[in-house]
């Protein structure tokens, strides 16, 4: 008796185990791909446009990049090229308020700041994209130092609610890799923050593990070549060569299109 329930309780366990994987198979991606990959770039940061975006152009690979106010007119252009390009501008907020402990100025504190205060900034921030890239339909938010709190309070579900963004990233580490889509929020999409003078290689293994797990990783780079959280072209082209050659496994694409695809595969988008 004793054996029989033993065996009873590890078909019961196998199936449950069974079941839930194919349920979390709930994605495929397009043409074939195991895996999806995006690449993000924070700031609105000059080294974007002199050596992010050629790199990323020279592969034929699309990027997200979150932008705050643009400083020149010069930089204007080179977003507007950018976009008519197919890479997607994001929003970032206006002034990047972020918590006091990370050595913010006060007045650009998320401490004190309100819901309202930030709706108004992510509203101004798509007003300000709409003149660079006007025929986009609905925008993509990074929060600004991957904080989603404001006044003690997360802003999550009013940013949402607001309508004035479809989908959101927040940050995350090399482990940041998602698999289960039906319990994925969509205005909290985990991503690897990559650290200054990450290697070309630990992004690669980034990528292979994300394979791996048939899942969906995010990249969130600031500095190419330069500026905060640098990471030299060199480890940032290894990265894309990598993924160029393996596009057969991987699909690239932009925060929007790789969302919007998810959404229309997963339960969730389905409800
Ligand atoms: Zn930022």
């Not at 043409?31 to 992010?52: P, Q, S, V």
């Amino acid at each position: 008796m004793k054996y029989l329930c033993i065996f009873i309780f590890s078909v019961c366990l196998c199936m449950n185990v069974c079941c839930s994987q194919q349920e979390k198979k709930g994605i495929r991606w397009p043409n074939g791909a195991k895996a999806a990959i995006c690449l993000t770039y924070d700031d609105a940061m000059t080294t974007h446009l002199e050596f992010g975006l050629p790199a990323l152009d020279s592969v034929g690979l699309k990027g997200t990049f979150f932008l705050n106010p643009t400083r020149s007119r010069d930089e204007i252009l080179g977003w507007m090229a950018a976009a008519e390009k197919g890479h997607e501008l994001g929003n970032h907020s206006v002034l990047h308020p972020c918590p006091k402990n990370m050595g913010w100025p006060d007045k650009l504190i998320t401490d004190d700041y309100t819901v309202k205060q930030i709706l108004n900034e992510v509203a101004v921030q798509n007003k300000f994209l709409e003149t660079l890239d006007a025929d986009k339909t609905f925008r993509t938010y990074a929060y600004p130092c991957s904080n989603t709190m404001v006044g003690g309070l997360s802003y999550s579900k009013a940013l949402k609610e607001s309508k004035l963004i479809r989908f959101a990233r927040t940050g995350g580490n090399e482990n940041s890799i998602i698999t289960d889509f039906d319990t994925l929020n969509y205005f909290e999409v985990p991503s690897y923050e990559v650290q200054e003078y990450t290697k070309g290689e630990a992004l690669i293994s980034y990528v292979k593990k994300v394979i791996d797990k048939k899942g969906f990783g995010v990249f969130m780079f600031h500095g190419i070549n330069g500026q905060w959280f640098n990471v030299p072209s060199k480890e940032h082209r290894m990265l894309l060569e990598y993924l160029q050659d393996h596009q057969k496994d991987v699909w690239v694409a932009t925060f929007a299109e790789i969302m919007t695809h998810i959404e229309s595969q997963s339960k969730k988008g389905l409800k």
